[in-house]
């Protein structure tokens, strides 16, 4: 009998076990869409575009991208695991660089952390990040003036980042803007003859075909820009693969069209087509940037 009661006991506590370890994780990370998350309405329209103004221009001036997370709470995880989970998701930081830094705030948890990525562990190791926390930070949070003491840790990380060598910050809209108005359209000039002709090129196959050279290209220009965050490069991409693409498939058009039995077009003709390309921003997105536990936390 008393075996059986051991064996049972044994059997709710794994079962128990099990439940809370899934409860553990029932805080979802929010999505990436900008420097500031605030999922508490603890900031004002003004207080967090402030300090999105801040985090935007240690970005461009450093390269280093930082983050803010207000949340109510963290649930059954500390917020170190949880921290680390928000890092791992939004993979703050220019990758390969690993610039990144991330404050998150659990506001009725009464818990804080500096999450720090490993190229930024030199210049914000986990006492001077706990320095920021108890004297920059908590002071006003225990007033609950939030605003101010995310202004004050931001502001003490910042001037730490502006005094580390880091890899010179790159331009998250290319470097055309560098180049001037005269470069630039001459850039863009000489690339849209490329794309041009490889998009006309196989009209003198068949109409449908023209519009292949420039959908492959505009992938290409997504995937160079994903990988690259130059616009530039992203535009070479889209050039040279549009004007690839237009030669084989002129080259190979009459068999491809010969095996859904479409007749080629020698004259070419009017295609009926037009091509309209157009790109948007989604907001702020991570660079890539590793996170290996650096940092510190606190409460208030």
């Given at each position: 009998?008393?075996?059986?009661?051991?064996?049972?006991?044994?059997?709710?506590?794994?079962?128990?076990?099990?439940?809370?370890?899934?409860?553990?994780?029932?805080?979802?990370?929010?999505?990436?869409?900008?420097?500031?998350?605030?999922?508490?309405?603890?900031?004002?329209?003004?207080?967090?575009?402030?300090?999105?103004?801040?985090?935007?221009?240690?970005?461009?001036?450093?390269?280093?991208?930082?983050?803010?997370?207000?949340?109510?709470?963290?649930?059954?995880?500390?917020?170190?695991?949880?921290?680390?989970?928000?890092?791992?998701?939004?993979?703050?930081?220019?990758?390969?660089?690993?610039?990144?830094?991330?404050?998150?705030?659990?506001?009725?948890?009464?818990?804080?952390?500096?999450?720090?990525?490993?190229?930024l562990e030199g210049v914000l190791p986990d006492v001077i990040c706990k320095r920021i926390i108890d004297e920059q930070i908590v002071p006003h949070f225990k007033a609950n003036e939030f605003n101010l003491g995310i202004n004050a840790g931001i502001d003490a990380i910042i001037q730490l980042i502006n005094g580390e060598q880091l890899p010179a910050a790159v331009s998250s809209s290319g470097d055309l803007e560098s180049m001037g108005w005269p470069a630039t359209l001459g850039v863009v000039a000489f690339l849209s003859i490329f794309i041009i002709v490889g998009t006309l090129v196989p009209l003198t196959v068949h109409k449908y075909l023209a519009i292949l050279p420039p959908l492959v290209g505009a992938v290409a220009a997504v995937v160079s820009y994903q990988l690259t965050s130059v616009w530039i490069l992203a535009m070479f991409a889209m050039a040279w693969v549009t004007f690839f693409v237009g030669i084989v498939i002129t080259v190979l058009g009459t068999g491809i069209l010969s095996l859904f039995g479409i007749r080629s077009s020698s004259s070419g003709g009017s295609s009926g087509w037009s091509s309209s390309g157009s790109s948007s921003s989604s907001g702020f997105s991570g660079g890539g940037g590793s996170f290996g536990g650096g940092g510190s936390s606190g409460s208030w």
């Amino acid at each position: 009998m008393f075996q059986h009661g051991l064996k049972l006991s044994i059997v709710l506590f794994s079962t128990l076990f099990a439940l809370t370890t899934l409860v553990a994780h029932d805080i979802e990370i929010p999505e990436l869409k900008r420097r500031v998350t605030d999922l508490t309405q603890t900031l004002s329209p003004e207080e967090l575009s402030a300090i999105e103004g801040k985090l935007a221009a240690l970005e461009k001036e450093k390269g280093s991208q930082a983050a803010v997370l207000i949340l109510p709470t963290t649930g059954q995880e500390t917020i170190e695991q949880y921290s680390i989970r928000v890092a791992e998701a939004w993979k703050i930081g220019r990758k390969g660089v690993d610039d990144g830094v991330i404050l998150i705030v659990a506001k009725d948890d009464r818990k804080l952390r500096i999450e720090v990525g490993y190229g930024l562990e030199g210049v914000l190791p986990d006492v001077i990040c706990k320095r920021i926390i108890d004297e920059q930070i908590v002071p006003h949070f225990k007033a609950n003036e939030f605003n101010l003491g995310i202004n004050a840790g931001i502001d003490a990380i910042i001037q730490l980042i502006n005094g580390e060598q880091l890899p010179a910050a790159v331009s998250s809209s290319g470097d055309l803007e560098s180049m001037g108005w005269p470069a630039t359209l001459g850039v863009v000039a000489f690339l849209s003859i490329f794309i041009i002709v490889g998009t006309l090129v196989p009209l003198t196959v068949h109409k449908y075909l023209a519009i292949l050279p420039p959908l492959v290209g505009a992938v290409a220009a997504v995937v160079s820009y994903q990988l690259t965050s130059v616009w530039i490069l992203a535009m070479f991409a889209m050039a040279w693969v549009t004007f690839f693409v237009g030669i084989v498939i002129t080259v190979l058009g009459t068999g491809i069209l010969s095996l859904f039995g479409i007749r080629s077009s020698s004259s070419g003709g009017s295609s009926g087509w037009s091509s309209s390309g157009s790109s948007s921003s989604s907001g702020f997105s991570g660079g890539g940037g590793s996170f290996g536990g650096g940092g510190s936390s606190g409460s208030w």
